[in-house]
């Protein structure tokens, strides 16, 4: 299984952006990848997700113009530009992977293995 490592949280202030990586061990061409957010007391969810070939994506409607999904298989990496950031944007970013799209979109709470996730604060 691939693993796969996240960075590039910070603090930021509302309106800022940031870009996170996720970055992982071995090839990710043909996998679906997700990145998923969990803020404190609240559950994990999906915030964008993308298919191998860059072709699919979906987003929260939370995030959806403010936020890109994108990939470079060639770098076996996947990147979430954040722009125009708010409070509620503040939580633990996640990355995880799946060959199956329904996996990554809705059943992600299947997924056994998640790594340690990267913070993002929002905030004056």
């Known amino acids: 299984q691939v693993q796969l490592v996240e960075s590039g949280g910070g603090l930021v202030q509302p309106g800022g952006s940031l870009r996170l990586s996720c970055a992982a061990s071995?090839?990710?061409?043909?996998?679906?990848v997700g990145w998923y957010r969990q803020a404190p007391g609240k559950q994990r969810e999906l915030v964008a997700a993308i298919s191998g070939g860059g072709r699919l994506t979906k987003y929260a409607d939370s995030v959806k113009g403010r936020f890109t999904i994108s990939r470079d298989n060639a770098k076996n990496t996947v990147y979430l530009q954040m722009s125009s950031l708010k409070p509620e944007d503040t939580a633990v970013y996640y990355c995880?992977?799946?060959?199956?799209?329904?996996?990554?979109?809705?059943?992600?709470?299947?997924?056994?293995?998640w790594g340690q996730g990267t913070l993002v604060t929002v905030s004056s």
């Open positions: 995880n992977s799946d060959r199956n799209w329904g996996t990554v979109v809705a059943d992600y709470r299947y997924l056994e293995v």
């Open positions: 071995g090839s990710i061409f043909s996998i679906y």
